[in-house]
């Protein structure tokens, strides 16, 4: 059973950056696809970014293409996301979701294609 467990939120100004991590346990992330979701206050999940399994391809939501950057160190067994130019919009409870996938290329955007989920940690950026 994969365990994921979020850290690095906090609270930060508006422009700030911000990097948050997600460490993975009972499963490497050699054989992980990898994701990240956030939940703002009265407002719907949302897709955030993904990386793959193998190649390490990178995929984002329209709303962070360009400031956040997603990565993974498979020595470590952690991925990063690293958040710049934040926003107060950028607010939420952010997501690390993983799932055991034999595929290379293939990200996955929908809350539905993973299988493990982190406890989430808090963004708050102020205006």
């Known amino acids: 059973q994969v365990q994921l467990a979020e850290s690095g939120g906090g609270l930060v100004q508006t422009g700030d950056s911000l990097r948050i991590s997600c460490a993975a346990s009972g499963g490497s992330l050699s054989s992980l696809a990898m994701g990240w979701f956030r939940q703002a206050p009265g407002k719907e999940f949302e897709y955030v970014a993904s990386?793959?399994?193998?190649?390490?391809?990178?995929y984002y939501s329209d709303s962070v293409k360009g400031r956040f950057t997603v990565s993974k160190d498979n020595a470590r067994n952690t991925v990063d996301l690293q958040m710049n130019t934040l926003q107060p919009e950028d607010t939420a409870v952010y997501y690390c979701?993983?799932?055991?996938?034999?595929?290379?290329?293939?990200?996955?955007?929908?809350?539905?294609?993973?299988?493990?989920w982190g406890q989430g940690t808090q963004v708050t950026v102020s205006s």
């Open positions: 990386i793959t399994r193998s190649t390490g391809w990178t």
């Open positions: 979701a993983a799932r055991s996938t034999l595929a290379t290329f293939t990200a996955y955007s929908r809350r539905e294609d993973y299988e493990f």
